[in-house]
């Protein structure tokens, strides 16, 4: 089974703080995803990559920075956390648009 | 980027067959439809994909028109277990975009 593996799953920050959310996948797969879900709003999709080094804006990127150095790992960044940035991140992997394998989720409070 | 409608909540019961209905008008000529699962607190599942006519696996059937204008997600003999969200999503180049998805709630 393919896995998604994403760090933490529950993180507090403070506002202001420079935040790290760490997905890594174990199937080699080239695509890479992050999303945030919020109550009503459901899955948004925030940056994504094709490959190492290459990432893509998606949807909501305001805030936020990725980085891809390795094909396993894709790791989201808030560059100065913000309350409203309080939600559940998700990350994704697939060899192909579709069959999206998604990891448990963070959810990342900031106070 | 085909932009996809669903109802906002469905309620069933144990042992009932539900459909659900997703409409999406711009769907280009080699789009596959998909559909994803999510329980509380957890990322997203895949459970079914199709182009046209019918697909069945083990969890569910997903039948699209000749149109293609729109699919069914069928899931038969729903249990408590089949509580979930339930998104139908629009084929994208370049990354899936989920709606908000539809709000299953089976009761006993």
């Known amino acids: 089974d393919v896995k998604v593996t994403q760090s933490s799953r529950y993180l507090v920050k403070r506002t202001g703080e420079k935040v790290f959310l760490e997905c890594v996948q174990d199937?080699?797969?080239?695509?890479m995803f992050w999303y945030r879900q919020d109550p009503g709003l459901g899955l948004r999709l925030i940056y994504f990559?094709?490959?190492?080094?290459?990432?893509e804006k998606g949807d909501i990127p305001e805030g936020y920075s990725v980085s891809r150095e390795k094909k396993e790992r894709f790791s989201l960044i808030l560059e100065s956390a913000s309350t409203n940035q309080t939600s559940m991140y998700l990350c994704?992997?697939?060899?192909?648009?579709?069959?999206?394998?998604f990891g448990s989720g963070t959810r990342l409070t900031v106070v | 980027l085909a932009k996809t409608t669903q109802p906002i909540s469905m309620d069933s019961y144990e042992g009932q067959e539900v459909n659900i209905t997703c409409s999406h008008n711009?769907?280009?000529?080699?789009?596959?439809i998909t559909w994803y699962q999510q329980f509380p607190s957890q990322g997203p599942r895949f459970i079914i994909q199709?182009?046209?006519t019918k697909v069945t696996n083990e969890v569910a059937s997903l039948f699209i028109p000749a149109d293609r204008k729109s699919s069914t997600l069928s899931l038969p003999r729903v249990s408590l277990s089949d509580t979930a969200v339930y998104y139908c999503?629009?084929?994208?180049?370049?990354?899936?975009?989920f709606g908000s998805g539809t709000r299953l709630q089976v009761q006993p």
């Open positions: 990559s094709y490959d190492v080094k290459m990432k």
């Open positions: 711009n769907i280009a000529t080699n789009d596959y």
């Open positions: 199937m080699d797969h080239e695509n």
């Open positions: 994704a992997s697939s060899p192909a648009p579709g069959g999206y394998t």
């Open positions: 199709g182009y046209k």
């Open positions: 999503l629009g084929p994208s180049r370049r990354a899936l975009t």
